[in-house]
């Protein structure tokens, strides 16, 4: 699945370097990362045995800047998956405008089989492992499926410590999405979820909807999940139904997004919440809503899933939620589709933001994150939308080829070295 997954990846951004007729170089380089580096690293466990782990970091371009990009830990992490998100974001953050490159990386682990402190020497010893190849000027990671705020301060604070950096301003802008009390930004947690609703704030009439009384599903309550779900019902939306990988929950008048989120972080996910009722998943998927929100994982939506989707809109909060196939269908369907490089840039826009607030010694105010956020957000959706029309091409195609206009500019200026 993941080498079909980074061959679709590649024909998007090649396919849209095609639209611009950039010249065969400028192809060339963006097909493959730039690094690929693939880490063994032994951790002792709690009963005294050592297990050996796998990771992985991928650097997939810099033109823009240092490197950025999440850090995965999931069984299912491998290579060619890793080598097509951080392409995905390098076109993000191109997108958005944002001086930073793509990468990505991870552990092969189950994080549920993992108690507090494994998972806190398996995180300080993949980033000793990792050591000279991530830094605030090279390569900065953030959370991702896995892994959270309370990661990212054990990678800083090895980071720190290994490169004696910790009486130097901003040592621990090497990673982003911090807790607030160690150099965290206002707004990080919800950035994703709050970027796809500035996204949502947008578009949202163009397709005949509104915020009050939009009726949503949502599959997926972790980070990015739950804090769309928790902002579109303070806009007046209605959540009809959520997956996990526990369950499936569903409830006509409406679910509490806050008193979820606090169940899902008491319980480890959705099933056995109180006052609604449990569906099939086929169920889930034919409820008839206005928003479908994928927030779960990569190419969840097969066509067979897809095909039973009653919804008008979907915006993607995961990264590349869809199959080919499943989108294809969509947009027969006249379903209208906001795809993820759009719809879930915010996290990395507030990682941007940490970032400079890290270097300069600084703290915003919330408001003046979600302000600036905003601006970021509806300056790229206005960009898209202008090129999907010049073009006449879909969004998600429109997005990528936004993203590489602005990376060809860069480039064009730059040379290539030598
Ligand atoms: P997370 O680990 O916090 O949450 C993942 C969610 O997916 C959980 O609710 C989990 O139960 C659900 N899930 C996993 N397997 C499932 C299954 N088989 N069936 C149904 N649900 C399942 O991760 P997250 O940070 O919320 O990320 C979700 C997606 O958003 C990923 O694609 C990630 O790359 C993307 N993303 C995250 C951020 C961020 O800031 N965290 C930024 C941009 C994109």
Redesign the pocket.
């Known amino acids: 699945m993941s080498t079909e997954f980074y061959g679709m990846i590649q024909q998007l951004m090649l396919q849209s370097a095609e639209l611009l007729d950039v010249p065969k170089r400028f192809k060339l380089i963006l097909s493959e990362p730039k690094n690929e580096l693939s880490l063994n690293f032994p951790v002792r466990m709690d009963d005294g045995e050592y297990r050996l782990f796998k990771g992985f970091r991928v650097q997939h371009n810099n033109v823009l800047g240092p490197y950025k990009g ?1 850090m ?1 830990y999931h069984a299912d992490v491998d290579i060619n998956h890793l080598k097509s ?1 951080a392409a995905i974001m390098t076109m993000k953050c191109a997108l958005v405008q944002i001086p930073f490159g793509g990468a990505k990386g991870g552990v092969q682990v189950d994080t549920y089989q993992l108690s507090q402190d494994e998972n806190m020497r398996l995180t300080r010893r993949f980033i000793s492992a990792l050591a000279d190849n991530i830094g605030p000027d090279y390569d900065i990671p ?5 892994t ?1 705020a309370q990661t990212m301060a054990w990678m800083a604070d090895t980071y720190v410590n290994l490169h004696q950096v910790s009486r130097r301003l901003g040592g621990q802008s090497v990673v982003t ?1 911090k807790p607030l009390v160690y150099g965290g930004s206002h707004g990080r947690e919800k ?2 979820g709050q970027g796809l609703v500035y996204v949502l704030e947008k578009v949202l009439t163009e397709y005949g909807l509104a915020f009050q009384g939009l009726k949503f599903t949502l ?8 804090w769309v779900g928790r902002l579109l019902v303070e806009r007046g939306a209605v959540l009809q139904a959520v ?4 369950g499936i929950i569903h409830a006509d008048a409406g679910i509490d997004p806050n008193a979820l989120a606090l169940h ?1 972080q008491t319980t480890g ?2 099933a056995g919440f109180k006052e609604v009722d449990t569906v099939s998943e086929d169920e889930f998927y034919q409820i008839k809503t206005d928003l479908f929100v994928p ?4 190419q ?1 939506i097969d066509l067979p899933r897809a095909k039973r989707l009653n919804c008008r809109l979907i915006a993607e ?3 590349a ?1 869809l199959t080919p196939e499943a989108e294809e269908f969509l947009l027969n369907k006249g379903i209208n589709i906001l795809p ?1 490089v759009l719809c ?5 826009t507030v990682s941007y933001f940490e970032w400079k607030q890290n270097r300069q010694a600084e703290q915003w105010l919330a408001k003046e994150v979600d302000a600036e956020l905003q601006r970021y957000i509806h300056s790229a959706v206005d960009r898209v939308k202008a090129t999907a029309q010049n073009c006449r091409i879909d969004l998600r195609q429109a997005a990528y080829v936004t993203a590489i206009e602005h990376l060809f500019r860069v480039y064009s200026i730059r040379g290539i070295f030598p």
């Open positions: 999440g995965r998100l953030a959370p991702d499926v896995g959270n999405g950035a994703t599959q997926g309550y972790g980070n990015v999940g739950s997956m996990d990988h526990t899902v996910g959705v927030a779960a994982l990569e969840f909060a995961a990264n939620p993820a879930n840039v915010g996290g990395v």
